[in-house]
């Protein structure tokens, strides 16, 4: 096959040059000093950028960007897998095209009018609130649907949980038909069925979702800033506070951590699931 | 919110810059031999002006090429100083660009490291016809009085809030007052949030706070320990960005008060809503755009050119269109003038109006807003306690 090398080639100098690089070159301005005279860095070695994580909460920033991702990951794929199962094994052919359609429905528009359409339809006079009044769940408006931590999660989850569906709907055909005919035979329950056979083979999948949704609550920004309450903040907040007042080695520092941490979810997530395993074809 | 007169302005520029570095080495004599000498000339008379989307007026700046043959480059900076500061200091702005239009405050800065030089009045005639305070302000003066900026617009902010709910509102205290507990918001710009939330301490408290737009750093914990105890206290429903949001909280009921731009009010009544912009007791938070004159252009013998520029931005077209399509005020009393003797082209009542209303503004307590304060990098410390607290 003299072809495979020369077809992995453009690809894998384009991943080195347009992804690697740059990420290398943060990694290493990380390390340099501020130069207030220049208003950039210089090339003395420095781990003032680290330190200042410790500072002025920054690390809080860091924990509670993790613990958004991994529950709007989580949430997403309590939602994204009765869609994906219901899709491949339970829809017709028809039916399956109108829902895998339906997914994409969130990118219809962009992120920013999605985030504003929440503000809309969470606030004290919307119809969220307008029809819980109307019913008479409540006597007045409820203030903790929007500028809230629940309107970031419901934010993020609408806006993301598409990520986690694909994956899964990829992971699905592992699970070939004629191994959950034998397990019925043999007397296996809808949920041991679920709990035995399909779970485990869609492994790969879901963490696969997982992941993509992890990694791009991480970076989002714009359902913190729209949704959440006062001055809330994410990661990428707050590397833009951060590189507004040109403290660069700050920032650096931060998308470096955060880089690392990324890399190592998915080293370990591969190593546990077996992420090469989604492309491998159905159950052995 | 980026508008270009050029599909890329910077290729654009550069190419122009190329072009005249390729004649320049053929000499002046090769023009001079050329029958078509005049245009080529004409040419030259090219200026990148980085600036602040809002200083923009689109295709009408064909009425500075028809007046003076200069042809502008704009291009969008973003609007926000550290960016901005860090490109010149660091990055390719002055190969780019010859004019800079600037939120105020970093031109002292600026002039420090050498990115920005002073304007040469002499060749400035309209900087005379700008309203005599805004000739002398300090912070667009080097230590020799030089001037290092000159105002494009100003304006003065304050408190947006429904006259339905609250009545008459004279004081930032409303944006503090328990009773409005999670029925008020601010800007999530420390910017602005600080010199409000200082200027209400300075005047209303008592507190002591000399510059409300430069805190030092005892100042500043005042002000952000008062920040961070009334977010503590469930006192803001949120903090917000940009125009669409700020409308937003206000049709929508959000908020019953909020610290933020003028226009915003002109939106609500629009929308139906009974909404009016506050005159503090405590005094405004002023602002400006300033030209400045980036050291590119004298590297590139555009001094001339740049400052002919500058002149014509107060010439009184300018303030007219910026009025009439942004609602901006040029400090200039050609503004009214020119919009008075060109009825066709203008509603003179209307751009009067508007400026006799700024004008008032600044006849009262002013603090200006400072983009650079001395002890930024701390500001953006304390703010991040604010938002974690």
Known sequence: MPRVPFLLALPLVAVLVLGLAPLLTIAVWSFWTWDPSTYWIKPEPSLAGYLGILNAGRWTVLLATLAKALLAAVLCLILAYPLAYAIHFLAGRRMALILMAAITIPFFTSYLIRAFSWRLALGRTGPINDALVAFGLTDAPLDWLLFSNFAVMVGLVASYMPFAAFPLLLAMPRVEPSILVAAQDLGAGFWRIVRTIILPLTLPGMFAGFLFVFVMVVGSSTEVQMLGGAGASIVSVMVNDVMRVANFPLAFAISTVVLALLLGLVLIGNWLFGLSRLFGGGAS | ?389
């Open chain 2, 1 to 389: 919110m980026t508008r270009q007169r050029t599909l890329n302005p910077l290729a654009s520029n550069m190419q122009r810059r190329q072009m005249l570095k390729m004649m320049g080495a053929s000499g002046l004599g090769l023009t001079a031999g050329l029958p078509f000498a005049g245009p080529a000339v004409a040419q030259d008379k090219a200026i990148g002006f980085w600036a602040s989307a809002t200083l923009d007026i689109g295709a009408n700046w064909s009425r500075l090429t028809d007046a003076t043959g200069i042809t502008p480059t704009f291009t969008d900076n973003g609007n926000d100083m550290g960016p901005v500061v860090a490109r010149l200091a660091a990055g390719n702005a002055n190969d780019l660009f010859d004019v800079g239009g600037f939120q105020g405050g970093a031109e002292r800065e600026l002039f420090k490291q050498g990115q920005i030089v002073p304007w040469d009045l002499t060749k400035i005639p309209n900087f005379e016809k700008l309203w005599p305070w805004v000739k002398d302000m300090a912070h667009l003066k080097a230590d020799d009085g030089a001037q290092l900026g000159i105002p494009s617009v100003v304006n003065a902010d304050s408190i947006i809030y429904r006259t339905d709910k609250l009545g008459v509102v004279d004081s930032y205290g409303v944006i503090f007052d328990p009773k409005l507990r999670g029925r008020v918001a601010m800007e999530d710009a420390w910017i602005n949030s600080t010199a409000f939330a200082a200027i209400y301490l300075k005047g209303a408290e008592n507190q002591p706070i000399g510059d409300p737009g430069n805190l030092t750093v005892d100042e500043l914990g005042l002000v952000m320990e008062f920040l961070i105890k009334h977010k503590k206290d469930g006192q803001f429903r949120t903090f917000w960005n940009g125009w669409e949001q700020g409308v937003q909280l206000i049709a929508d009921e959000e908020v019953d008060a909020m610290t933020g731009w003028e226009p915003i009010v002109y939106e609500g009544i629009k929308r139906g809503l009974e909404v009016a912009y506050a005159a503090p007791a405590e005094g405004y938070l002023g602002w400006g755009n300033n030209t400045v004159l980036l050291k590119g252009a004298i590297d590139r013998g555009l001094t001339d050119t740049a400052h002919e520029f500058a002149n014509w931005m107060l010439d009184g077209y300018y303030g007219c269109d910026i009025a009439t399509n942004r609602g901006y005020i040029v400090p200039s009393e050609t503004t009214a003038g020119y919009a008075a003797a060109n009825p066709a082209d203008f509603d003179a009542a209307d751009i009067m109006a508007k400026a006799d209303h700024v004008a008032a503004k600044f006849n009262g307590k002013v603090f200006w807003q400072n983009v650079r304060p001395d002890n930024f990098q701390l500001y953006e410390e304390w703010w991040q306690k604010l938002r974690n607290a």
